[in-house]
T-cell receptor
């Protein structure tokens, strides 16, 4: 499976500010996924990022709030903009496995908004 | 609508006893099913998957899962639980994605507590 790293691992931010989360993969992948895991909750897909095209957002998530970049086949960023306490969550990136069925996840970024 | 349900918020089991974590699904077409585990302050780790073939699939750390099409279930099992198995377990199903790629829908999660 791919080795996935995320930066930062955690952060505490003030409301109204923005945070950019980085996801780095040790191999080239076509698709990357960004998920949110709110406290005590399951994972919810935010968007799918395909290199060279606009990200595709799930219902309830918009580009202005969660802009995504995908500059190459091993890297992506997710920005959480104009943060509020409700954005306090773990944000995870993932990539598909070789067979394309399962996904492998990064360690996550734990965000707390005060 | 495509969905996956984990009916138990928490499962408690004594070390050495068998464990079962339940999962049921609702999908159109053939289901692709997965189990993941999340240890405290760590990301999700892939445990096992069912795509096709044998209804009993084996995965990491001695876990296995049984696919039952008639009951639309995919329960996670282990013959002998360890204290170190204590974690949060997620069942997931793959669904077709309008962008041409498949996405995962996760259940709510089940917390497994194994007591010494």
């Amino acid at each position: 499976s791919a080795v996935i790293s995320q930066k930062p691992s955690r952060d505490i931010c003030q409301r109204g500010t923005s945070l950019t989360i980085q996801c780095q993969v040790d191999s080239q992948v076509t698709m990357m996924f960004w998920y949110r895991q709110q406290p005590g909750q399951s994972l919810t897909l935010i968007a799918t990022a395909n290199q060279g095209s606009e990200a595709t957002y799930e219902s309830g998530f918009v580009i202005d709030k969660f802009p995504i970049s995908r500059p190459n086949l091993t890297f992506s960023t997710l920005t959480v903009s104009n943060m509020s306490p409700e954005d306090s969550s773990i944000y995870l990136c993932s990539v598909p496995g070789l067979a394309g069925h399962e996904q492998y996840f990064g360690p996550g970024t734990r965000l707390t908004v005060t | 609508a495509q969905s996956v349900a984990q009916p138990e918020d928490q499962v408690n089991v004594a070390e050495g006893n068998p464990l079962t974590v339940k999962c049921t699904y609702s999908v159109s077409g053939n289901p692709y099913l997965f189990w993941y585990v999340q240890y405290p302050n760590r990301g999700l780790q892939f445990l096992l998957k069912y795509i096709t073939g044998d209804n009993l699939v084996k995965g990491s750390y001695g876990f296995e899962a049984e696919f039952n099409k008639s009951q639309t279930s995919f329960h996670l099992k282990k013959p002998s639980a360890l204290v170190s198995d204590s974690a949060l377990y997620f069942c997931a199903v793959r669904v077709p994605f309008s962008g041409g790629y498949n996405k995962l829908i996760f259940g709510a999660g089940t917390r497994l507590a194994v007591h010494p």
